[in-house]
């Protein structure tokens, strides 16, 4: 079950009328638990702040990060360290984590190229067609499975960021 709060701000201008604005925006998601969560749909927010533009995204009560560059569109979530909680690359429900101008697509898990979810996935696909698999940061698809890197066609592979062989 999904529910949108809307928090109602009250305020009297100099005319003397109260006049009724909305100051902010919650969605939420009920648990199985019976507990309300922040969340909505990968890229919109959870949280709004009408006046002060404050946005904040969450996923099943996650808190990440949406990050505008010139070249891209990134998704960010916090990760714990024991030297500092840090933002860091990281697909959410297999969203790519980068989303390039130019159509390419990356996942990663906590900052490295990663596909996890959807096990034999790409972890890049490029706006051309071309594919390259990666798991923990190194090229890596198993030989059973096929090659870990595809330009156009050319095939190479690769297991634990070694590479193995290449087909032309």
Same mark, same amino acid.
């Given at each position: 079950?999904?529910? *949108?709060?809307?928090?109602?701000?009250? #305020?009297? =201008?100099? +005319?003397? *009328?109260?006049?009724?604005? =909305?100051?902010?925006?919650?969605?939420?998601?009920?648990?199985?638990? +019976?507990?309300?969560? &922040?969340?909505?749909?990968? /890229?919109?927010?959870?949280?709004?702040?009408? &006046?002060?533009? @404050?946005?904040?995204?969450?996923?099943?009560?996650?808190?990440?990060?949406? @990050? %505008?560059?010139?070249?891209?569109?990134?998704?960010?979530?916090?990760?714990?360290?024991?030297?500092?909680? %840090?933002?860091? /690359?990281?697909?959410?429900?297999?969203? =790519?984590?980068?989303?390039?101008?130019?159509?390419?697509?990356?996942?990663?898990?906590?900052? #490295? /190229?990663?596909?996890?979810? @959807? *096990?034999?996935?790409?972890? @890049?696909?490029?706006? +051309?067609?071309?594919? %390259?698999?990666?798991?923990?940061?190194?090229?890596?698809? /198993?030989?059973?499975?096929?090659?870990?890197?595809?330009?156009?066609?050319?095939?190479?592979?690769?297991?634990?960021?070694?590479?193995?062989?290449?087909?032309?």
């Amino acid at each position: 079950m999904y529910c *949108l709060t809307v928090s109602i701000f009250y #305020f009297t =201008p100099a +005319n003397g *009328l109260i006049v009724r604005t =909305p100051s902010s925006k919650t969605w939420t998601k009920k648990t199985s638990e +019976n507990i309300f969560i &922040k969340h909505r749909k990968i /890229l919109k927010p959870a949280y709004e702040h009408i &006046k002060g533009g @404050v946005k904040e995204w969450f996923y099943e009560g996650r808190e990440y990060q949406i @990050v %505008e560059t010139e070249f891209s569109t990134e998704i960010r979530s916090f990760v714990f360290t024991p030297q500092a909680i %840090e933002y860091k /690359l990281n697909s959410i429900a297999d969203h =790519p984590s980068v989303i390039y101008k130019n159509g390419t697509k990356e996942w990663h898990c906590f900052g #490295f /190229l990663s596909r996890t979810l @959807v *096990l034999d996935s790409p972890s @890049v696909i490029y706006a +051309n067609g071309d594919k %390259e698999w990666w798991q923990h940061g190194k090229r890596h698809r /198993l030989k059973t499975n096929g090659p870990a890197v595809i330009y156009g066609n050319k095939q190479y592979w690769f297991e634990n960021g070694e590479f193995q062989k290449c087909i032309v």
